[in-house]
């Protein structure tokens, strides 16, 4: 494919992803993403679910996000590595994105985690392949490694949100002891996976913007469940060890890939 058809598949996929956010957002029709699927999307749905404060992550990955669409069409970036081997996966979790929302928006729980597994898999793609690409300068730091950095790692929380709220669609109860220990095991898998994906990748800023995103994104999980409806101690206290163990792993990697001078 050649780079101007990456470039208009990059700007279809923006286009997909503004609509879908119109849309599901309730901007153009009513409604945001929490009273969705019969309120399962709302922050005491599950008890995994982020506290409402925490969604305020998507205005900084939206602008980067909006940022990557313009730095991918600057004629010194057209043709560069960082823009060539990203495009096609950044394209596909930006479309998907809106067509997750839209998803959402119909009341097909569903068929959104099936979605939500399609954005993970196309942001792991970004991940492996600027793994090992010299840096380029601040754009690519910027636009690809900080902004892809925070939505896998947001992502990865969101994945097991989401995976919740369709298990408690199907008749699963919300806050027992079963539910309980699950949600915690499921905190420890995200522990593992944060660990799995910071070591395969040494670009530092996407290190720390992955490490960022989950750390904020289990915090908020924390007080949600010390403080908010759907009250639970033992998944709280949970969440933020996990909140802290993923700091300590994603400082210990960033730590370990110093910048070099850009080139």
């Given at each position: 494919?050649?780079?101007?058809?990456?470039?208009?598949v990059?700007?279809?996929?923006?286009?997909?992803?503004?609509g879908?956010?119109?849309?599901?957002?309730g901007?153009?029709?009513?409604?945001?993403?929490?009273?969705?699927?019969?309120?399962?999307?709302?922050?005491?749905a599950?008890?995994?679910?982020?506290?409402g404060?925490?969604?305020?992550i998507?205005?900084v990955?939206?602008?980067?996000?909006?940022g990557y669409?313009?730095?991918?069409?600057?004629?010194?970036?057209a043709?560069?590595?960082?823009a060539?081997?990203?495009?096609?996966?950044?394209?596909?979790?930006?479309?998907l994105?809106?067509?997750?929302l839209?998803?959402?928006?119909?009341?097909?729980?569903?068929?959104?985690?099936?979605?939500?597994?399609?954005?993970?898999?196309?942001?792991?793609l970004?991940?492996?392949?600027?793994?090992?690409?010299?840096?380029?300068?601040l754009?690519?730091?910027?636009?690809?490694?900080?902004?892809f950095?925070?939505?896998l790692?947001?992502?990865?929380?969101a994945?097991?949100a989401?995976?919740?709220?369709?298990?408690?669609?199907?008749?699963?109860?919300?806050?027992?002891?079963?539910?309980?220990?699950?949600?915690?095991?499921?905190?420890?898998?995200?522990?593992?996976?944060?660990l799995?994906?910071?070591?395969?990748?040494?670009?530092?800023?996407?290190?720390?913007?992955?490490?960022?995103?989950?750390?904020?994104?289990?915090?908020?999980?924390?007080?949600?469940?010390l403080?908010?409806?759907?009250?639970?101690?033992?998944?709280?206290?949970?969440?933020?060890?996990?909140?802290?163990?993923?700091?300590?792993?994603?400082?210990?990697?960033?730590?370990q890939?110093?910048?070099?001078?850009?080139?």
């Amino acid at each position: 494919m050649t780079v101007r058809a990456q470039q208009v598949v990059v700007t279809l996929a923006a286009v997909l992803w503004i609509g879908g956010t119109l849309v599901g957002t309730g901007v153009v029709a009513g409604g945001g993403v929490e009273s969705q699927g019969g309120g399962l999307f709302s922050d005491s749905a599950t008890l995994i679910a982020p506290q409402g404060p925490a969604f305020s992550i998507w205005s900084v990955i939206y602008l980067g996000l909006a940022g990557y669409v313009v730095w991918q069409w600057l004629p010194r970036v057209a043709d560069s590595r960082w823009a060539r081997a990203t495009r096609l996966p950044a394209a596909a979790a930006i479309a998907l994105n809106g067509l997750w929302l839209l998803v959402v928006f119909a009341g097909w729980v569903w068929l959104s985690v099936v979605v939500m597994l399609g954005i993970v898999v196309s942001l792991g793609l970004v991940l492996r392949a600027t793994s090992g690409l010299p840096r380029q300068g601040l754009g690519a730091d910027v636009w690809v490694s900080a902004t892809f950095g925070l939505y896998l790692g947001w992502i990865c929380v969101a994945t097991c949100a989401n995976i919740a709220s369709w298990l408690v669609g199907l008749g699963v109860d919300a806050d027992s002891a079963v539910s309980t220990w699950i949600t915690v095991g499921v905190l420890a898998v995200v522990v593992v996976l944060a660990l799995w994906l910071l070591s395969r990748t040494d670009q530092r800023l996407f290190q720390l913007g992955l490490t960022a995103a989950v750390v904020w994104g289990t915090a908020w999980v924390a007080a949600g469940r010390l403080t908010g409806d759907l009250r639970s101690e033992v998944v709280g206290i949970a969440a933020a060890l996990t909140a802290v163990a993923v700091a300590f792993l994603g400082l210990r990697a960033a730590a370990q890939h110093m910048p070099d001078r850009a080139r």
